[in-house]
């Protein structure tokens, strides 16, 4: 009932930015929290950066104080400011947004953004 699409990634030298963005479309009225993930080769998928429907923020150590979570409410996207990279953050970055609707939670992911940082 929602779809996500990321968009933004690419190539960056060491120290460069890159800003993610994520529309989102369907069913979004009752999304509680947007998020970002990422998922580097032969690793987990790990949390980066989530902001809740009020504003609150949280973010990965990793990237605390480099990136920065944002909102656009007008035009349902939620975008990833990501300062001074490093070759660490080399990933696919992947959209998430979490839905209760009745008491029941739904995930929901974008078909993720490929971000490789290497000089």
């Known amino acids: 009932q929602v779809q996500l699409v990321e968009s933004g990634g690419g190539l960056v030298q060491p120290g460069g930015s890159l800003r993610l963005s994520c529309a989102a479309s369907?069913?979004?009225?009752?999304?509680?929290?947007m998020a970002w993930y990422r998922q580097a080769p032969g690793k987990e998928r790990e949390m980066v950066a989530v902001?809740?429907?009020?504003?609150?923020?949280n973010y990965a150590d990793s990237v605390l104080g480099r990136f920065t979570i944002s909102r656009d409410n007008a035009k349902n996207t939620v975008y990833l400011q990501m300062n001074s990279l490093k070759p660490e953050d080399t990933a696919v970055y992947y959209c998430?947004?979490?839905?209760?609707?009745?008491?029941?939670?739904?995930?929901?992911w974008g078909q993720g953004t490929q971000v490789t940082v290497s000089s």
């Open positions: 369907g069913s979004i009225f009752s999304i509680y929290a």
């Open positions: 998430n947004a979490g839905r209760v609707v009745a008491g029941t939670s739904s995930d929901y």
């Open positions: 902001i809740t429907s009020g504003g609150s923020t």
